[in-house]
């Protein structure tokens, strides 16, 4: 397939030319890939200027998040210890009950986050679940969190449903350049997640949407898939970029690690291609280690998964991170808010 944004089968209300919503877009696939490929000092300064002028209080925002139904995913994502396809040691649960997130969504709250993810390893939710989600969704609102909630694929009425409840954010990853997706994932189609992020936009819920470095992708597929995000009318609200946890027992275990100044490259382009997005570093944090996370929020990272748990897989520890934080001068979201 060729790697031009017109030939790429996104039906997602694509940013019209005469009138975008970045100065500098519409974002072809070529001039994202310049940017990766521009000098690393100069894009990061360059990203950090956008940073500074689109969010001068430089906060970081602090997102929890829970997995309320872990495993037994009949997906076969090739990253994921989630999929029954993957011989992982992950055990599928049944949807945790309200006292449990509860407790978990206050001690979010306390530990400073200001979102608090639900993830759910479904493919598409039942109404049923929706209507069960749509609960813990109305209670962990109560709290004064902003909900975030990723379920897999949704139809319009059961967003609907999640609006009503409040829900915030919807978390769908495109996860890829849409000319990479068939090698990671085969039991869905790039088109799948573009219609679901429709209807979430439809529904009036923000959007979370981002994807993974070190997939096995080309930088030109990752220059692909901040173009696919940037020049989404609107582009997503939070823009998750994750470093592949090779978790053994996937099909992607034995992939050779990203140089991690690729994830600040990535994050540096991302900041410029969507400046008013929370780009937010995700999984895989651990592995990129303290100096490299500092280049990350130079180049406009300003948001973090935060927890000791992040889905299934390790993060870096709460007070580790807010000791990171302050070593750094940055505030976070939550505190900035109290002042
Ligand atoms: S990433 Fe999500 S959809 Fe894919 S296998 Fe894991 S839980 Fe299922």
Redesign the pocket.
Known sequence: MTDTLESQPVHLHRRAAAAPANAEGPWSRAAVLELLQSPFMALVHRAQAVHQQHFPAGDIELASLLSVKT?G?????G?????I?HPTSVPATKLMGEDEVMAAARNAKEAGASRFCM?????SPTDRDVDKMAGLIRAVHGLGLETCA?L?MLEPAQAQTLAGAGLDYYNH?LDSASDFYPEV?G??VYQDRLDTLGHVREAGIKVCCGGIVGLGETREQRAGLIAELANMNPAPESVPVNNLVRVEGTPLAGNEPVDPFEVVRVIAAARITMPTSRVRLSAGRRELGEGIQALCFMAGANSIFYGDKL?VTGNPDVVDDRALLRRLDLPVTSELAKK
């Open positions: 495993g995913c009949p997906e076969d994502c990253y994921c210890p989630q999929s396809h993830g759910a390893a479904w493919r990723t897999g990853n994932i039991t869905r889905l």
